[in-house]
């Protein structure tokens, strides 16, 4: 039950950044973010600005994993010089 609190609040928080609750919690574990679901609810109600540090993080790594996903999957354009052609 209480379990079920901490992620409704966390849940509730990350929305309201615009963000999705799975998302949150995976790139935090990619992130090495080891805080659990306890910690993230008390950041997410009284350290409000901490919490959306957080958020921020993980749209960060979400944000770098397209972009290698991208780079990875994509063919360079003949004429354009690229980072991998260096």
């Given at each position: 039950?209480?379990?079920?609190?901490?992620?409704?609040?966390?849940?509730?928080?990350?929305?309201?950044?615009?963000?999705?609750?799975?998302?949150?919690?995976?790139?935090?574990?990619?992130?090495?973010?080891?805080?659990?679901?306890?910690?993230?609810s008390?950041?997410?109600?009284?350290?409000?600005?901490t919490?959306?540090?957080?958020?921020?993080?993980?749209?960060?790594?979400?944000?770098?994993?397209?972009?290698?996903?991208?780079?990875?999957?994509?063919?360079?354009?003949?004429?354009?010089?690229?980072?991998?052609?260096?």
């Amino acid at each position: 039950m209480i379990q079920d609190l901490y992620s409704q609040r966390i849940l509730g928080a990350v929305e309201e950044h615009g963000f999705k609750y799975e998302l949150f919690m995976s790139c935090l574990t990619k992130c090495g973010v080891e805080l659990n679901r306890k910690s993230l609810s008390n950041l997410a109600v009284y350290e409000p600005k901490t919490f959306e540090s957080l958020v921020d993080l993980a749209k960060t790594k979400l944000r770098e994993e397209a972009d290698s996903e991208i780079a990875i999957n994509t063919k360079p354009v003949d004429g354009v010089i690229t980072r991998g052609m260096l």
